[in-house]
């Protein structure tokens, strides 16, 4: 009995390999046939898709073969074989404005392109003249003529330690030139923290920073001036905010102050306007 359990287990191992080898063989047949059929296909068409079109518009469809035609990338009527994705894919994510490109191509001839673009979360511009934008990564965005996001504006006593021509990530510059810059890494803080909440998001609309360092905020509703001290704490001080805009300012109004100040501890001072 164990001699036949012993022949039927060999039996099985035998299966199973053979079945394995049937499995691999098919799987070399489709790809050398689909080899075969990219060296006879030509590309007769591209289709493009923006995945987070309707959150930002940095990159338009048009904007995919012009970049491809800078980059002296051709696709129309060549063979699928000859087309090198992985070329477009890094001609693509070389543009600051696009995070992720996956290219690939289908047997009917269609040259496939999905772009995912960067998230701004902050514009800046800087006391000598430089504006861009900061992503959610800390990517350094330049301005898109054809469009502009809705996202809180920085200004004031803002620097920069790179040029104007500067696009990457400024966590990196910051590490390969020695060259760290405080104020844009609360700034970058701060406006992440701003981007996740939904109700920050509705509420802060521009960041001044003043000649002494301190920090300004103009609400999106109301007629008032927050003052926010510095950056330090500035989840605390949020939180404290956003206690008395729910319970607050529906008693008061929207427009019955001038200022909050943020700077105080605990505190919240708020500061009436002279007719109210």
Not at 84 to 100: D, G, H
Not at 107 to 120: E, M, Y
């Amino acid at each position: 009995m164990f001699r036949n359990y012993k022949v039927k287990k060999i039996a099985n191992i035998s299966l199973i390999t053979a079945l394995l080898i049937a499995a691999a063989a098919g799987v070399v047949a489709t790809l050398l046939h689909a080899r075969g059929q990219a060296d006879k296909v030509l590309c007769t068409a591209i289709r493009v898709v923006i995945a987070d079109s309707s959150v930002n518009r940095f990159v338009r469809k048009e904007d995919i073969p012009a970049i491809f035609r800078r980059s002296g990338i051709t696709y129309f009527g060549k063979k699928l074989s000859e087309i090198s994705t992985r070329e477009m894919e890094k001609a693509l994510t070389e543009r600051s404005l696009i995070r992720q490109a996956n290219v690939y191509t289908t047997a009917d001839g269609t040259l496939h392109v999905t772009i995912v673009q960067r998230k701004p979360i902050v514009r800046v511009y800087t006391d000598n003249g430089q504006s861009f934008y900061i992503d959610d990564e800390g990517f350094i965005i330049r301005p898109y003529s054809g469009y502009t996001s809705h996202v809180p504006v920085a200004s004031g006593r803002i620097t920069a330690p790179f040029g104007s021509a500067f696009r990457g990530n400024m966590f990196g510059f910051f590490e390969e030139k020695k060259r760290d810059n405080a104020l844009l890494r609360q700034l970058y803080a701060f406006a992440r923290y701003v981007s996740k909440s939904a109700f920050w998001q509705a509420q802060v609309e521009q960041i001044y920073v003043t000649a002494q360092g301190r920090v300004e905020l103009i609400p999106r509703v109301g007629a008032h001036v927050i003052h926010l001290g510095t950056f330090d704490n500035f989840e605390y001080k949020l939180h404290k905010l956003e206690a008395m805009y729910t319970k607050g300012m529906p008693l008061k109004g929207w427009n019955a102050y001038e200022a909050i100040d943020l700077s105080f501890g605990n505190q919240v001072v708020c500061r009436r306007k002279a007719n109210s």
